[in-house]
């Protein structure tokens, strides 16, 4: 038997349906399956959270804070979409196979413009993904609305199903996080 975790035969399936569309070369194909077997810490661990947010730079900070205190806990691995190499044509295939594998996902809402929309839209989109996926969404003092109306919406789902932690400074967001499962 190997030392090294394989990816599960669940991981290919699903790789296989989100890809059974698309014609990819033998090169794709491969960067794909590498990409794939970079996530092995997924089946290491107990517990793995896809951390989804704004990449700007102070938004980011906040993201990998999140990510960093997940880690921190015993048998748990977590990271954000970025930590998964490879240059993929579809992003959004990249996140629907990452999608299906992990235990939880976690979006870091703020208002910023960069913000993680389209996978928003994927989270609800989905029986699957909005089962287990969770939002730690920021509040703000000045604004009434920071969020547009289809945001809103998708806030009030999680929030109907206890799955909104809401934060306004960084020790929140913290203590937020740790309220994850």
């Not at 569309?21 to 517990?47: M, Q, V």
């Not at 996140?95 to 910023?112: H, N, S, W, Y």
């Not at 994927?122 to 945001?151: I, N």
């Not at 020790?171 to 996080?177: I, K, Q």
Request: glycine fraction near 4%; charge should be negative.
């Amino acid at each position: 038997m190997s030392e090294e975790p394989q990816v599960s035969a669940d991981a290919l399936t699903s790789a296989t349906e989100q890809l059974d569309e698309e014609e990819l070369s033998l090169s794709d194909n491969e960067e794909i399956l590498h990409a794939l077997s970079e996530l092995t810490p997924i089946y290491e661990n107990d517990r793995s959270y896809f951390v989804l947010g704004n990449y700007d730079r102070e938004p980011i900070r906040r993201l990998n804070l999140v990510v960093d205190r997940l880690n921190r806990r015993q048998d748990a691995y977590a990271f954000r979409m970025v930590d998964v190499r490879g240059e993929w044509d579809n992003s959004i295939q990249k996140f629907c196979l990452i999608a299906d594998i992990v235990t939880f996902l976690v979006g870091v809402a703020e208002k910023e413009p960069s913000d993680f929309l389209v996978e928003q839209g994927l989270l609800v989109g989905t029986t699957e993904y909005f089962s287990k996926s969770h939002v730690l969404k920021r509040e703000y003092d000045d604004t009434e609305h920071p969020f547009g109306w289809m945001q809103d919406g998708v806030f009030e789902l999680f929030e109907h199903e206890g799955r909104l932690y809401r934060w306004r400074t960084e020790d929140e967001l913290v203590s937020a996080g740790e309220s994850l499962p």
